[in-house]
């Protein structure tokens, strides 16, 4: 049972970026892999972005690829999501976990491992 600590979140203008960082002491998070999700108000949760554990393969919704970047520093213990040309519809609580990456005939998804807990999330804002 694991629940990891989002930060970096804020207001930021249309075309801005932001860098979200996502940690948990005493976990080693290089083991596993990584999803980046968020949660816009009155919407599902959906899964941003992912790294995966063995290669740091990344993975992208549709909607944030070009613009979004996931990374990871096992030195810092920190995986990171770069965020660029921020728009209004970015707008959502971020959330990371640790996840199991599923690959099918629609492509590749993320979920959070069954019995790992949903952080706080860190909100993003993007608004003139």
């Known amino acids: 049972q694991l629940r990891l600590v989002e930060s970096g979140g804020g207001l930021v203008q249309p075309g801005g970026s932001l860098r979200l960082s996502c940690t948990k002491s005493?976990?080693?998070?290089?083991?596993?892999?990584i999803g980046w999700f968020r949660r816009a108000p009155g919407k599902e949760r959906e899964g941003v972005a992912c790294i995966s554990a063995s290669d740091g393969t990344p993975y992208y919704a549709d909607s944030v690829k070009g613009r979004f970047t996931i990374s990871r520093d096992n030195a810092k213990n920190t995986v990171y999501l770069q965020m660029h040309n921020l728009k209004p519809e970015d707008t959502a609580a971020y959330y990371c976990?640790?996840?199991?990456?599923?690959?099918?005939?629609?492509?590749?998804?993320?979920?959070?491992?069954?019995?790992?807990?949903w952080g706080q999330g860190t909100q993003v804002t993007v608004s003139s």
């Open positions: 005493g976990f080693t998070l290089e083991y596993y892999a």
């Open positions: 976990a640790r996840v199991m990456v599923l690959r099918g005939q629609d492509g590749v998804s993320w979920r959070i491992y069954e019995n790992d807990y």
